[in-house]
């Protein structure tokens, strides 16, 4: 499985960017996905994930202002994120797995076995 990001850039605090991810090859067994980032100096944190039954786990960091959705149609997963903030700069990764994991593991990095290459947001 291969995921490909894009839909980042350079915005001021306050304004919004949708990221996309893409993924493809044998997708067949992947059934959840998920974003994470990781802030210069930082380790790479979970964002949102969402399984094929539509169920969504976000941090708090995220609650309120980014939302993760998926067009099955379009096989591709989005993260709506509004009222950017400095804090919010970071490499934004796209994760996806096949295996079934409590939902108390989904912001985990452990419970994903495929990666993209990552899309920068950067907020000023």
């Known amino acids: 499985v291969q995921l490909v990001e894009s839909g980042g850039g350079s915005v001021q605090a306050g304004e919004s960017l949708r990221l996309s991810c893409v993924p493809s090859g044998d997708t067949s067994s992947v059934h959840r996905m998920g974003w994470f980032r990781q802030a210069p100096g930082k380790g790479r944190e979970g964002v949102a994930a969402i399984n094929d039954d539509g169920i969504i786990r976000c941090d708090d960091s995220a609650t309120g202002r980014f939302t993760i959705s998926k067009d099955n149609a379009l096989n591709t997963l989005y993260l709506e994120m509004n009222n950017l903030r400095l804090e919010d700069t970071a490499m934004y990764y796209c994760?996806?797995?096949?295996?079934?994991?409590?939902?108390?593991?989904?912001?985990?990095?452990?419970?994903?076995?495929?990666w993209g290459q990552g899309t920068q947001v950067t907020v000023s």
């Open positions: 994760a996806a797995t096949g295996t079934y994991r409590h939902l108390s593991w989904w912001l985990s990095l452990a419970s994903y076995e495929y």
